[in-house]
C-alpha cells in the first residue's frame, strides 16, 4: 500500500510542468491507478483477517476440546484407579480366609488382573499427569465441592442460590462434570452479565442428572460484556458428550441458561 503511494506520488511530480496531451491524460489515470490500488490493498487486507481469524478461531476450539479431553482422561485416570485398587486390596483380604479352591483360584485371578489393569493403565495415561510436584494436580471434584464453587463464584459480584435436590448415587465422572458445568457457567453469567442473580439447580430426572443454571441478565445499565476465548462450552460439550449426555445454552428473557443433562445409571 505505502509502495504503491509512494510511486503514484513520484509519477506525479514527473509530471510537474509537463505540457501536452499527456500532462492531462496521466494525472487521471495516476489518481484512478491509486485509488484501484488502495481498494485491493483494503479488501485483501480484510480478507486475510478474516482468513486468519477462521483459522484461529477453528484452532481455539479444536484446542478446547484437545485439553478438554485430556483433563477428562486424567480424571479417569483417579477413578478408574481407585476403583481397581479397591477390587486388589479386597480380593487380596480373602486370601487367608478359609474358601474352597476354586473361589481362592478365582479371587487370585481378579487381584492378578486387577494388579495388571492398573499398572496398564497408569503406564498409557502417565504422559497426561504434570512432570512435577508443583503442578500436581488438586483432588477430584465431587457434588461435595459445589457449596465452595457456588460461594466463590460471589467474589465476582454475583447473587447465587444453589438447590441440590435428592440425588441417590452418583457415579464419579458425572460428579466431575456437575462440578464443570456450574463453574462454566457461573464464569460466563459473571463475564456476560456482570453482578446478576444465577440460580443453580441440580436434581435427579430418571437416569439423568440434570444441572441448569440460569441468571436473568446485567442488572446494571450499560454493562459491558467481558468475553473470554469463547471454546469453554466447546471443552465442556465434549466432557458432557463423553458420558451420553447433551448441553443446551439458549436465552431466558432477558437473561441466559445452561442446562446439561448427564445420563448416570449409578442409582
Excluded at 478408574?80 to 486370601?95: C, M
Excluded at 462440578?179 to 456482570?194: D, F, I, K, M, Y
Excluded at 473470554?228 to 436465552?251: K, M, Y
Amino acid at each position: 500500500m505505502v509502495a504503491v503511494v509512494i510511486s503514484v506520488l513520484v509519477m506525479a511530480a514527473c509530471t510537474v510542468g509537463a505540457r501536452g496531451p499527456l500532462a492531462v491524460v496521466l494525472p487521471p489515470l495516476l489518481v484512478g491507478g491509486a485509488v484501484a490500488a488502495a481498494v485491493w490493498a483494503v479488501r485483501r487486507s480484510r480478507a486475510d483477517r478474516t482468513a486468519y481469524e477462521s483459522r484461529l478461531t477453528a484452532w481455539a476450539a479444536s484446542e478446547a476440546v484437545l485439553g478438554e479431553r485430556l483433563r477428562i482422561a486424567r480424571d479417569l485416570h483417579d477413578i478408574v484407579s481407585h476403583g481397581l485398587g479397591l477390587i486388589t486390596v479386597r480380593a487380596a483380604a480373602t486370601r487367608h480366609l478359609p474358601k474352597p479352591a476354586e473361589v481362592q483360584a478365582a479371587l487370585t485371578d481378579i487381584e492378578e488382573a486387577s494388579r495388571h489393569a492398573t499398572a496398564e493403565l497408569r503406564r498409557m495415561l502417565l504422559v497426561l499427569r504434570e512432570p512435577s510436584a508443583a503442578s500436581r494436580r488438586a483432588p477430584v471434584d465431587n457434588l461435595d465441592d459445589l457449596p465452595a464453587i457456588v460461594q466463590g463464584a460471589s467474589l465476582t459480584g454475583i447473587r447465587t442460590r444453589l438447590t441440590v435436590e435428592p440425588l441417590g448415587p452418583v457415579s464419579q465422572g458425572v460428579q466431575v462434570a456437575v462440578c464443570q458445568t456450574v463453574r462454566e457457567a457461573l464464569s460466563n453469567a459473571a463475564r456476560h452479565a456482570g453482578p446478576t442473580d444465577v440460580r443453580v439447580r441440580v436434581y435427579r430426572d430418571a437416569p439423568y442428572v440434570v444441572v441448569a443454571v440460569a441468571d436473568t441478565g446485567p442488572s446494571v445499565d450499560g454493562w459491558r460484556a467481558l468475553p473470554g476465548a469463547g471454546q469453554g462450552l466447546a471443552g465442556l460439550r465434549e466432557r458432557v458428550g463423553s458420558l451420553g449426555g447433551t448441553l443446551s445454552a439458549e436465552h431466558v428473557d432477558a437473561g441466559f441458561c445452561l442446562t446439561a443433562r448427564i445420563r448416570d445409571d449409578a442409582a
